[in-house]
């Protein structure tokens, strides 16, 4: 296992090296620059400006500059939040993304696994095709739709819920729901579809057949024997899981004007802030290794089969 971490770890370098020059060269290929909106600014301020952050330079030039300043843990200033570090704002908007990353995830875990063992109880019944009718529907609506939609009719028409209004220092309940289920219901659209299935398998396998011959309670037998089975596909699939809630919470976070990360990426991509995109695409670039390398670490120790492999 060791040996494992060690080799997703080398190959994490020179993928976040990629990552890294491809965000940079494709933010300078967009057209204008980050002070090319600024209402009544002479040619020579503009250029002074410009050369404030080194974008006098050639690309490449500037390419490394950026990359000796990363590897000394500079993420550079803002270009638009002015005596502001992309650290610092980057810190403040972090706590939201997480609580809602982080309810969305347990929300899809807990109700995709019931639902789908559920499903699976209940194999070919009018329950069973409910159930994965609606999981087919969560798989087709992600959270770009799901999300104005929700806006639209639970807090607009029907009033209901809050649909903006949440500060960095003011979090409440009602404001995080509509954001977490719409991130969460394409996660448990598939999580019950994972387990539904593999939770079918578990129940005709020879373990089961063996449990069942001992006299155990159908209820010990499928949650203290099939399910912890069934839920090694759910483990498999964490990491790209955390991968797509952190991606939705892009819209998520814009839709819901939401003081988050994803907001401020999509802020700082409309009005170039070079230095705040950067720094958003390697955290969440960083994250997004971080938790495949987890997800298949703790597949590998509930799985023998994989540790042996």
Same mark, same amino acid.
């Given at each position: 296992m060791f040996v494992q971490i060690v080799r997703r770890?080398? +190959?994490?370098?020179?993928?976040?090296?990629?990552?890294?020059?491809? #965000?940079?060269? &494709?933010?300078?290929?967009?057209?204008?620059?980050?002070?090319?909106?600024?209402?009544?600014?002479?040619?020579?301020?503009?250029?002074?400006?410009?050369?404030?952050?080194? !974008?006098?330079?050639?690309?490449?030039?500037?390419?490394?500059?950026?990359?000796?300043?990363?590897l000394q843990g500079d993420l550079g200033p803002s270009m638009k939040y002015k005596d502001k570090d992309v650290a610092d704002i980057i810190a403040e908007g972090l706590p939201t993304s997480l609580i809602i990353g982080g309810a969305a995830m347990l929300l899809a875990l807990a109700v995709g696994s019931g639902l789908g063992v559920w499903a699976a109880l209940r194999q070919n019944r009018p329950e069973d095709y409910v159930a994965m009718s609606f999981a087919v529907a969560g798989v087709c609506l992600p959270p770009l739709v799901l999300?104005?939609?929700? @806006?639209?009719?639970?807090? /607009?028409?029907?009033?209901? !819920?809050?649909?903006?209004?949440?500060?960095?220092?003011?979090?409440?309940?009602?404001?995080? /729901?509509?954001?977490? +289920? #719409?991130?969460?219901?394409?996660?448990?659209?598939? +999580?019950?579809?994972?387990?539904?299935?593999?939770?079918?398998?578990?129940?005709? @396998?020879?373990?089961?057949?063996?449990?069942? #011959?001992?006299?155990?309670?159908?209820?010990?037998? /499928?949650?203290?024997? #099939? &399910?912890?089975?069934?839920?090694?596909?759910?483990? @498999?699939?964490?990491?790209?899981?955390?991968?797509?809630?952190?991606?939705?919470?892009?819209v998520i976070e814009k839709v819901f004007q939401l003081p988050g990360i994803g907001k401020l990426f999509t802020d700082g991509a409309l009005q170039r802030d070079y230095t705040l995109v950067m720094g958003v695409v390697i955290l969440y670039a960083g994250m997004i290794m971080f938790f495949n390398m987890m997800s298949d670490v703790l597949y590998s120790v509930l799985d023998p089969r994989a540790r042996r492999s």
């Open positions: 770890l080398l +190959i994490a370098i020179p993928t976040m090296f990629v990552i890294i020059a491809a #965000a940079f060269f &494709l933010m300078r290929a967009a057209p204008g620059s980050p002070f090319s909106s600024e209402r009544q600014v002479s040619a020579e301020i503009e250029q002074r400006m410009l050369a404030a952050y080194d !974008l006098d330079k050639p690309v490449g030039e500037q390419f490394r500059l950026y990359v000796v300043r990363l999300a104005p939609l929700f @806006s639209l009719v639970f807090g /607009v028409q029907l009033e209901w !819920l809050p649909t903006s209004g949440l500060y960095r220092d003011h979090y409440t309940v009602s404001h995080l /729901v509509l954001p977490v +289920i #719409a991130l969460a219901l394409p996660q448990v659209a598939i +999580i019950s579809r994972l387990i539904r299935a593999s939770m079918i398998e578990a129940m005709r @396998s020879n373990a089961i057949r063996t449990a069942r #011959a001992k006299g155990l309670p159908e209820s010990q037998v /499928v949650w203290r024997h #099939a &399910l912890p089975v069934a839920m090694l596909p759910v483990v @498999s699939y964490l990491g790209p899981a955390i991968s797509a809630v952190l991606l939705g919470s892009f």
